[in-house]
């Protein structure tokens, strides 16, 4: 099949290329290369040539009319997860997180309406749990922009599919880790900022007291999802959480320690522009994708870490500043 990978130089748009490269499928990544948000040429440095990359910007209508055309399987990846930068900066995010969305969808359903789309949501959708597990019926009250837009987008996703009959999906990711993902600043994602503080033999750093319970997912987990939705048809027209080891953040870096073999770890206070998007102890409740599409999450905590170790310690020089 024809693929298109959005983001697809990124954390998890790279390691989707590779397994679409290896289920023998013709893929295509669009990656506007934005500084700090995470695109890296390297990350398909062992498929590069066989696969066809485009430096590009998803909100650009022209490029994405010629790129979606006769393609099977569009991902939909681009974006940023970065509550501070949201809050800072919101009309930027808006526009990676919302804007990038809608053009998606109109070039489809004028040049490619027979297309499948699989859309990156987040757990950010929901704020603060009122309840534990979060199902995908929780109420969506965000703590901040970035919730906000992605909120928006997966309603467009969801109004396209309702209209216009665009065969859509919607993955609701939590704190994904593993190899591949930026790691020069923790702005988006604190569990690979960890990992590096680890291998920098710094003290990690957890604000509060450290009890904060995060649902984690290994990245090909996290891949693996996707390659479910996109084969499935109950899929379509659907929105489902991701969800897998729940963890505090404390038990996180303990375990990451003992993987590593060494670390330390503190406590500090929370600093007021993260107290304030905070969102306590989340658990997702995966029962709705399991039921629909098969899917679980196999990759235990200790061997993530351990893949992910591996990884930066042999590739350090091209992600580290």
Known sequence: MNILITGGLGFIGSTLAIAEV?????????????????????????????IDIKIGDVRDTKLMEKLVKEKDIIYSLAGTLSHVDSMKDPF??????????LTLLEVCRKYNSEAKILFAGTRNQY?????????????????????????????????????????????RLTNTYGPRHQMKHPRQGVLN??????????????????????????VSDVVSAFLSAADSLNSIGEVFNLGGDAESLESFVKSAVKVFGKGKLETIPFPADRKSIEVGDYIADRSKIKAKLGWEPAVSLESGLK???????????????
């Open 92 to 101: 930027t995010d808006l526009e990676i997180n919302c804007l990038s969305q």
């Open 193 to 218: 900022w960890f990992i590096r503080q680890l291998i920098d033999g710094k003290t990690v750093e957890l604000f509060g007291d450290g009890s904060q319970i995060r649902d984690i997912n290994f």
């Open 22 to 50: 290896e289920r023998g499928n013709r893929v295509t990544v669009v990656d506007a290369l934005l500084p700090d948000y995470g695109g890296n040429r390297f990350n398909v440095k062992q498929i590069e040539k066989e």
């Open 127 to 171: 704020g603060r749990a009122k309840y534990l597990p979060v199902d995908e019926n929780h109420p969506m009250e965000p703590v901040d922009v970035n919730g906000i837009n992605n909120i928006a987008a997966e309603w467009y996703y969801r109004l396209y599919h309702n209209i216009h009959g665009l065969k859509t999906c919607s993955l």
């Open 307 to 321: 893949k992910t170790f591996d990884y930066y310690l042999k590739y350090k020089k091209y992600y580290w500043e």
